[in-house]
């Protein structure tokens, strides 16, 4: 075989099993998210209105935000020019870890590109730090911890999605001696569901484990200052890592862990995904301190955002919307099929210049196939008036379910 025919097999495998993806070509305009123009492929342009952002506050336009990129950029330039350890650690860099490690109440933060990064190379680099390491981790972790988990060599043990009993079968049945990690989230991004996180801590107690918690989903929304759901129920001094990302509520880009001095030293000093590659452009370290620190004050926007989440379900539940809603920000509603939801997707974008993404197998289990909202404080009335009128009358088209209203 050639290794073009390798290439067209791995392709078509894909498009067999109705998993390749398409990307939608979008221009966010800065001061109108969530509008955008999106470019279709024919190079004709469209305006629409983006339902599917992880940008969860709209920090990614906000005036505070831009104005420190702007002064980094004119200041110091575009890029670091170099990893942490060769010319690459700026005073921007450490702002914005100081910036990381108080917002979590914690002695250290360590930076890196992204929360994907974070995850996968300071989860595979643990076991070195600590020889025979078993890592417990929840089935429906992030790709990047399981990644991590996977290549680092150590011993792993996956509980069944938030089983605390099934957590707790594992540990008891591992060497009381051997070091353990729990590693799972705080909110899980496709159901927008929690993680029992005060059960786990009792757990990591009671086996003398030390926690690993994602606070991606969850940092810059929860919490009095935006530390996460860790902040919200006071247990962030439970958990030994914490791990964001600036990507999303953030509004800009980068990935981060908190934790002890001493644990920040030594993945800082062992973990080739920090090591071996350049720092983070200044102006974007210095536009996520501008964010991190803007939210530690702006209440108002964290509670608007649950606001038009709580909005947008009630609507769609009174329509019979089969959605998920464990009550976070996330706004899951279920297609079940996932020719479906690609139909659903594309009519949405094509005829009412709506832009939400299909979600579909392995990202979620088949049979539970979904459109995925992400309302924000800058998703108004009329996008949501415009949603609603749209979603009702092609469930009526495609001749979907919908669920009887309960009471
Ligand atoms: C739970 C979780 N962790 C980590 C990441 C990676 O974050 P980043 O985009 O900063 O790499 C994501 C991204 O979607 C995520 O959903």
């Not at 020019?81 to 933060?109: M, P, Q, V």
């Not at 043990?157 to 605390?164: A, E």
């Not at 210095?286 to 009630?314: F, N, P, W």
Request: with cysteine.
């Amino acid at each position: 075989m050639t290794y073009e025919a390798y290439l067209d097999q791995a392709i078509g495998q894909l498009h067999d099993e109705g998993r390749y993806r398409t990307f939608i070509d979008i221009v966010r305009h800065k001061g109108q998210f969530p509008h955008a123009t999106r470019r279709r492929p024919d190079g004709s342009e469209q305006p629409v209105t983006v339902w599917c952002g992880n940008d969860y506050l709209g920090m990614g336009q906000h005036p505070v935000v831009l104005a420190a990129m702007h002064d980094a950029l004119d200041s110091v330039g575009a890029g670091s020019g170099g990893t942490r350890n060769i010319s690459g650690t700026t005073l921007y860099h450490k702002a914005l870890e100081d910036e990381l490690a108080d917002l979590h109440g914690k002695e250290s933060a360590l930076l890196f590109t992204s929360a994907y990064i974070a995850n996968d190379a300071t989860l595979s680099t643990l076991p070195k730090l600590f020889p025979g390491l078993i890592i417990y981790s929840d089935a429906l972790n992030h790709a990047s911890m399981i990644e991590g988990v996977r290549r680092n060599g150590g011993a792993k043990r996956i509980f069944r999605h938030n089983d605390v009993a099934h957590l707790r079968e594992l540990l008891e049945a591992d060497d009381p001696a051997a070091p353990k990690l729990i590693a799972f989230e705080s909110v899980y991004s496709m159901d927008g569901d929690f993680g029992p996180i005060e059960a786990i801590c009792d757990l990591a107690d009671e086996f003398n484990a030390l926690t690993y918690i994602d606070e991606v989903h969850a940092v810059g929304m929860y919490g009095p200052r935006g530390g996460g759901v860790t902040e919200r129920d006071r247990l962030a001094q439970r958990i030994d890592i914490i791990n964001g990302t600036l990507a999303k509520a953030y509004g800009v880009m980068g990935g981060y862990i908190a934790a002890s001095e001493k644990m920040c030293d030594a993945i800082r000093s062992y973990a080739p995904g920090f090591i071996f590659t350049t720092s983070l452009p200044p102006a974007v370290a210095a536009g996520a301190a501008a964010s991190v620190r803007h939210l530690k004050t702006d209440q108002a926007l964290r509670d608007l955002h649950q606001e038009r989440a709580r909005i947008l379900k009630t609507r769609f539940k009174a329509f019979g919307m089969p959605l998920i809603d464990h009550g976070s920000h996330i706004v899951p509603v279920i297609v079940g099929n996932p020719v479906h939801t690609k139909l659903l997707s594309d009519m949405l974008l094509d005829d009412h210049g709506i832009y939400v993404q299909p979600i579909n197998f392995p990202t979620v289990p088949r049979g539970t196939e979904r459109l995925r909202f992400t309302p924000s404080p800058v998703h108004g009335p009329d996008e949501m008036d415009k949603l609603i009128r749209a979603m009702d009358s092609l469930w009526s088209h495609c001749a979907l379910n919908r669920q009887e209203l309960a009471g």
